[in-house]
């Protein structure tokens, strides 16, 4: 039989952004559109580069970023983006330019979908003269208030930390309900390279549409006013990890030894803390944190991940204090990394301490989960504080860590009242979560809207 008549999948390219918390939406929206017959290719860096075993439907393309060894170490995100940025654009535009000339009759692109971190693909895309569409894997919430730190800078207010000293506690005008010390100002010493990323990825250029991986019921009145700025369509069809078929998109491996453990335990009985890929604490703090989940009396998950421990890269639970494992028995169970959607999904996990990632945020909220905050930098400071008082679904833990104020707190999430009711709320928000996702819901109609703009191209 020849090929007349017969329909070939459309091929996309997804270029992620190197870190866990860009990659994991990228290749969930990856396997949405595989579901609805979309070819799919994702061309990454080698740093950080993601699992081809776990994706055996994608076609993965390494291409070199360049990035030498003391960049990487120095774990500067801006200088680490910017140096990818540059570095990939040509490599980058040559797979595309090859794969436009295959005469595979599905090796022809028909759109990239990029990561906005990841900029330099939109001008890559428009050189082509391919459609384009960015991906933004953060709030609204968090764009936003980029947007206002960008002023702040213009007008010279920042540092804020040079500034008069009680202005950190102060609201921040119009854009309730943060204070100037939640915004997501940079951790680095020089300004110039956050300004310029910023600058860079609020720019949507010629690109045909933007995803966010966010929910109307969220951040409705915020989106409304994004969507009056912005020229092009905007699709908000989180939390994508809810519509794509279940697979593992982590860097590290998972231990699903913590399900079993998990299985033991009472319902509604488990805190389950983690701090994230990338957020770090000192080893004062782990210590901290250890004897305070120690002296809650209560059973806790706990991922003390490689690198968790500032200045370290490879050790691992040893830094755990002497006696603390004996101390705490079955009671506690200590992973390197976990499952974490099926840990959050558990009828054991009542409560999740967090660094506040926009992915773990929206993955606890989607299982009615309530969360201790405990922002280290960035949007991870506006994701807490919308968290505690805007769907009010967790408490912020802004003291320094010490094992009484770390135990008091598990304690007041877990059993007290004010944690009760912080979970009812939770629940009513994971329903009102499953309805945006549902067939019907808000989400549900954008993802079919947004794969229609797909095959109009």
């Not at 010390?181 to 990825?201: A, G, H, R």
């Amino acid at each position: 039989m020849g090929s007349e008549g017969v329909i070939l999948p459309r091929h996309l390219v997804l270029v992620p952004c190197p870190y866990q918390g860009h990659i994991n939406p990228m290749l969930q929206l990856g396997t949405i559109l595989h579901s609805r017959g979309f070819s799919i290719s994702i061309i990454h860096t080698q740093f950080n580069a993601p699992c081809p075993r776990n994706h055996p439907d994608f076609n993965f393309i390494a291409v070199p970023d360049g990035l030498p060894d003391h960049l990487i170490s120095s774990g500067n995100i801006p200088a680490i983006l910017l140096a990818v940025n540059a570095n990939c654009h040509t490599p980058l535009k040559d797979r595309v330019a090859q794969m436009m000339q295959s005469e595979k009759p599905n090796g022809k692109v028909s759109c990239i979908i990029y990561d906005e971190y990841m900029y330099r693909a939109e001008s890559v895309a428009y050189s082509l003269r391919i459609p384009s569409i960015m991906l933004r894997t953060n709030t609204v919430s968090t764009f936003l208030a980029r947007d206002f730190v960008l002023r702040l800078i213009d007008e010279g207010q920042i540092p804020l930390q040079e500034t008069a000293g009680s202005i950190m506690e102060k609201p921040v005008p119009e854009h309730y309900p943060l204070r100037y010390k939640d915004l997501p100002t940079t951790i680095f010493k020089s300004l110039n390279n956050f300004v310029e990323v910023v600058k860079n990825i609020r720019l949507v250029g010629s690109s045909s549409a933007v995803v966010w991986n966010t929910l109307d019921c969220l951040e409705n009145p915020l989106l409304g006013q994004v969507k009056q700025q912005c020229r092009v369509p905007i699709f908000t069809v989180g939390p994508m990890h809810k519509s794509a078929p279940q697979l593992s998109t982590s860097l590290l491996k998972e231990d699903y030894s913590c399900i079993p453990w998990l299985d033991k335990q009472a319902e509604n009985s488990v805190i389950y803390v983690s701090l994230g890929s990338v957020a770090c604490i000192s080893e004062h703090e782990l210590a901290e944190m250890a004897w305070g989940l120690a002296k809650c009396n209560l059973p806790f998950l706990w991922v003390v991940r490689p690198g968790l421990v500032r200045g370290t890269r490879n050790v691992r639970q040893s830094l755990l204090p002497n006696g603390f494992r004996e101390g705490v028995g079955e009671r506690g169970r200590i992973v390197e990394w976990a499952p974490q959607e099926e840990v959050l999904a558990h009828k054991a996990v009542a409560g999740f301490w967090s660094h506040c990632g926009w992915n773990s945020a929206v993955e606890s909220i989607a299982e009615g989960v309530p969360l201790i905050c405990r922002p280290n930098f960035a949007d991870q400071k506006v994701t807490a504080r919308y968290v505690t008082h805007v769907w009010r679904v967790g408490m912020q833990l802004e003291e320094e860590l010490e094992r009484d104020a770390v135990a008091a707190a598990v304690r007041r999430l877990m059993v007290e009242e004010e944690g009760l009711e912080m979970r009812e709320r939770a629940v009513e928000l994971k329903g009102r979560v499953e309805i945006g996702t549902r067939r019907g819901g808000s989400s549900f109609k954008d993802l079919d809207r947004l794969i229609d703009m797909i095959r109009s191209f």
